[in-house]
């Protein structure tokens, strides 16, 4: 089975500033989905990134990057100019392919969570 | 763009009685999942259908029940109801080989058993 650790409970910064929050995980697999989910105080879960566990290259989107270690399965997400709109819980989560063996696809296995908040 | 609807937002029950979720999928997206999410904690995977057929389970209770319907909403049917049971409930929807895009949750439900 695989799990994810967030081990930051909650993080802050300043407006503008840059932030970085950790995330590792353990699997078996050689081949996934790492993905970074935003949870605003209105608790809609929206998708902020994702990442190929077959692809070397590091996902970006916008302000929003991550640093992916594969051979120490660390997946963590940089926020670049940090926004008062940035401010939600974030949680890191993993997903098997299809194909991998079981009944698994599309399941996310989730992190425990890191509250960041962005101070003006 | 259409979104993942749920119905209702919010649901208030009293111990032992039942209640049914209702999630309508992005159209043409074949696959549904369903989470619970506690307070404060992560969301936990409960169960998810393809083409209306049960694809996986995760730590649903037996007293919970899931289907799938023919037009893909799905609707989750809880029974029993527990203190425990109060939670966040988020459904999603994708393609079977989209998911790997990262899936879209619905607004979910907040169901309070008091």
């Known amino acids: 089975a695989q799990t994810v650790t967030q081990s930051q409970p909650e993080m802050s910064v300043q407006e503008a500033e840059t932030v970085t929050l950790s995330c590792t995980y353990d699997t078996s697999e050689n081949n996934y989905y790492l993905f970074w989910y935003k949870q605003p105080p209105s608790r809609q879960m929206i998708l902020v990134i994702r990442?190929?566990?077959?692809k070397q290259q590091n996902a970006t989107e916008n302000r929003f990057s991550v640093n992916f270690q594969k051979a120490a399965k660390s997946f963590s997400l940089k926020i670049s100019d940090s926004q008062l709109g940035d401010t939600a819980m974030y949680f890191c989560a993993f997903m098997k392919p299809w194909g991998a063996g079981g009944t698994s696809y599309g399941k996310l296995t989730f992190g425990q969570g890191t509250i960041l908040t962005v101070h003006p | 763009a259409a979104g993942v609807i749920q119905s209702p937002r919010h649901l208030i029950k009293e111990k032992r009685e039942t209640a049914t979720l209702k999630c309508y999928p992005i159209?043409?997206?074949?696959?549904v999942y369903w989470y619970q999410q506690g307070p404060g904690q992560d969301p936990q995977f409960l169960i998810s259908f393809y083409e209306k057929m049960q694809s996986d389970k995760g730590s649903i209770p037996d007293r919970f029940s899931a289907q799938q319907f023919s037009d893909y909403h799905s609707e989750l049917n809880m029974s029993s109801l527990e203190l425990g049971d109060s939670a966040l409930y988020f459904c999603a929807s994708s393609t079977r080989q989209g998911a790997r895009e990262g899936y879209t949750f619905g607004s979910g439900t907040r169901l309070t058993v008091v």
């Open positions: 159209p043409r997206h074949d696959t």
């Open positions: 990442q190929e566990a077959y």
